[in-house]
């Protein structure tokens, strides 16, 4: 745990630095254009599909009827705009991290190991296909069960919870192979992964923490960047150093 705190506190001061602030545009004019377009071009189709689908007929149908007459019948329109609420606002987010993933994680890495870790060589590689294909299976598994635990946000303590265990999840698969893919090799990628599996999760349930506090999500995916990239190559340097050091074989 100790080392988890000490990688996110690292990540807030690196935050700060004029060059990853700058970073930030990427996740903010990301997150505007998507609720502009979302406004513009989905909400009220994917609102009026809902409704449809909820209340015409069924079960659902008969309520709205009995509430309609008891002066509840609002519960047309807000239902399915809490519906589709807790579908778009996962969107947003994932759109962040993947488009940090693709294009901001390499310039953070840089930055910290020029800054930081010079003596951690690159021994990975330059090529973007592991890191897309990572992107994609983990993108398919987190809309997948996502929306197959939509149901458990019924239950008042898990509409928190559920939504942030995926997040730390999304987070954890995506940036933990992202800040390893350059400086480690296959050998060492697949030994940290393993190693601190558990690490990696506590990483990402802490900076997916401050998606539950506005406006802080639109700082999340540039940190979470920082936070991996610090604990990724400390634990990197950690490894290497103690395979060089005297009595252990090279």
Known sequence: MERVLKAFGRAIVSQLHPRMLALLILPFVVSI??????????????????????????WLGT????????????????IPALIALLLVVPASWVTAVVLVSVFAMPLVMRFLGARHYPEVT???TGSPLPGLWNVLVVL???AAGYLLTLPLWLIPPLALVIPWLWWSWLTARVMRLD???????GD????????????????????????LIPPLFLVTPVLSALAFGHYSLAMLQ??????TAPGRPT
């Open 33 to 58: 254009l998507f609720w502009i377009g979302t406004a513009w071009l989905v909400w009220t189709p994917l609102t009026d599909w809902l409704a449809a689908a909820l209340f015409e007929g069924g």
């Open 63 to 78: 309520i709205h009827g009995w509430a309609a007459g008891v002066g509840l019948g609002g519960i047309r329109d807000w």
């Open 122 to 124: 690159r021994r990975g």
């Open 140 to 142: 398919a598994v987190f």
């Open 179 to 185: 800040s390893l893919v350059e400086f480690a090799d």
């Open 188 to 211: 060492e990628r697949r030994q940290l992964q393993q190693r601190y599996r558990k690490e990696y999760f506590l990483l990402a349930m802490a900076v997916s923490a401050l998606n």
């Open 238 to 243: 950690t490894q290497r150093r103690r395979i």
